[in-house]
């Protein structure tokens, strides 16, 4: 059985979406103020019972999304499993290992350091505490009571939320390492002389990379659907009057988080789109030479024949593919969330 190999400096590419990380990193600490003052007088005081809307579709779209992020995983293992050259495997697990403790390092950082900003800072911080600290949890009489997550907290609700986002943001970064390294891994290729041969290996690792795309989108979609279900959180609970003005306001921060996906995504997507197109025209170049075929052939049927050739739907998917997080964070502001 041939034992696929990818090219270990491929696996640079991984670079790329790192810098988009960092870039977002930076922006946030510098560019983005954490100290804004939405006056607490824009909450209802007295149907404190509406916080458990926001629970509610918070603890939907959590359980949704860590069962999602198993998904690319699976896949990833599944692919690791298969014959592979040895150091192929070796850089796949220690690249996906790398992203997910580049993703958890923020989480370590707010928890070493107190007064590192926090995420939820950016809609608010004095009014999203205020929102979740009207509601209460099972068993959490006093603050040093505990759940089953640790200790409830002067606030237990918003314990919920922390524990919670940080168990997510694990999952998410397994899920974006097993994402990028199973688009990386769409470049292998196997010890092969023939022409047939390695264009049904290109037109395999077209159609890797193009269900590689629509995971990717996918997870990260339904992740920005899970980013607004705590931004969104406070909003039952805001005064009628004040509920347009708050909303622009989250509905800001869900753009900019959903434009952070589309660049994520883009970052490690095209690298290996342009690598196997490039592959696909040399191969198709070698085909139409007469020393190799007898007779000269249309390149264009040629590609279309072995499956290397995209259509005008396959453009359109995929371009609704990396757009979907940006046209999430849209439909957010219109949808129930923002009710």
């Not at 824009?42 to 198993?70: C, K, M, N, Q, Y």
Request: hydrophobic content about 50%; aromatic content about 10%; some cysteine.
């Amino acid at each position: 059985m041939a034992s696929h190999q990818v090219k270990l400096r491929y696996f640079a590419i991984v670079l790329l979406p790192i810098c988009i990380f960092a870039i977002h990193e930076l922006i946030h600490q510098h560019f983005i103020a954490v100290d804004l003052d939405v006056p607490l007088a824009i909450l209802h005081d007295e149907r404190p019972w509406l916080e458990a809307v926001g629970r509610f579709r918070f603890l939907a779209a959590s359980w949704f999304f860590v069962s999602l992020t198993l998904l690319p995983v699976a896949l990833l293992v599944r692919k690791l499993v298969r014959p592979m050259d040895r150091s192929t495997r070796v850089a796949a697990i220690v690249t996906t290992l790398a992203i997910v403790l580049l993703a958890v390092a923020p989480t370590i950082q707010q928890h070493v350091t107190s007064s590192t900003p926090r995420i939820y800072h950016q809609v608010g911080k004095a009014v999203f505490e205020a929102a979740l600290s009207q509601g209460s949890l099972p068993g959490c009489k006093g603050p040093d009571d505990s759940w089953i997550l640790g200790t409830c907290g002067e606030i237990p609700v918003f314990s919920l939320f922390m524990r919670i986002l940080d168990i997510i943001n694990a999952f998410a970064g397994l899920a974006v390492g097993a994402l990028i390294v199973g688009m990386i891994l769409c470049l292998e290729t196997d010890d092969t002389n023939s022409l047939e041969d390695a264009a049904a290996q290109l037109g395999q690792n077209f159609r890797q990379m193009r269900q590689q795309l629509y995971l990717t989108s996918l997870i990260l979609t339904f992740g920005m659907f899970f980013a607004a279900s705590w931004m969104y959180w406070p909003m039952p609970m805001i005064s009628d009057g004040e509920r347009a003005a708050y909303n622009s306001l989250v509905t800001a921060s869900a753009l900019f988080t959903g434009t952070y996906f589309c660049l994520l995504m883009l970052s490690f997507y095209l690298p290996v789109a342009f690598i196997l197109e490039s592959r696909v025209k040399r191969l198709a170049g070698t085909a139409a030479l007469p020393a190799e075929t007898k007779n000269t052939i249309d390149v264009d049927a040629w590609r279309a024949s072995h499956g290397l050739k995209e259509g005008t739907s396959d453009v359109l998917r995929a371009g609704f593919a990396l757009a979907a997080p940006i046209l999430a964070a849209f439909a957010g502001g219109i949808t129930p969330f923002a009710q």
